[in-house]
């Protein structure tokens, strides 16, 4: 599992967040898992080649060979 990333203006403790209501109440958004300083991961798109074995610089074998065969299956 990936370590957890923060903005670098977020305050050291909680308690000095816009967002904390004191000790009983907590957090209004939730906890960590929903703070307002928490660095998402970008989500990057898939690709046809990803998981592929043969992918590879400089050229992508498995990409090629997806399109010859759809190419000539539409052709037959």
Same mark, same amino acid.
């Given at each position: @599992? &990936? ?9 050291? %403790? *909680? $308690?000095?967040?816009?967002?904390? &209501?004191?000790? =009983?109440?907590?957090? %209004? ?10 660095? $998402?991961?970008?989500?990057?798109p898939?690709s046809e080649?990803?998981? *592929? ?8 074998? &498995?990409l090629? @060979? ?6 000539? =299956?539409?052709?037959?």
């Amino acid at each position: @599992m &990936s370590e957890v990333k923060y903005e670098e203006d977020r305050p050291k %403790d *909680c $308690r000095y967040c816009y967002f904390w &209501s004191g000790k =009983k109440k907590g957090c %209004d958004l939730g906890g960590e898992e929903n703070c307002y300083y928490r660095l $998402r991961p970008e989500e990057t798109p898939r690709s046809e080649c990803d998981g *592929c074995p043969y992918r590879q610089e400089p050229k992508c074998v &498995s990409l090629c @060979m997806k399109k010859i065969l759809k190419d000539w =299956k539409e052709k037959q």
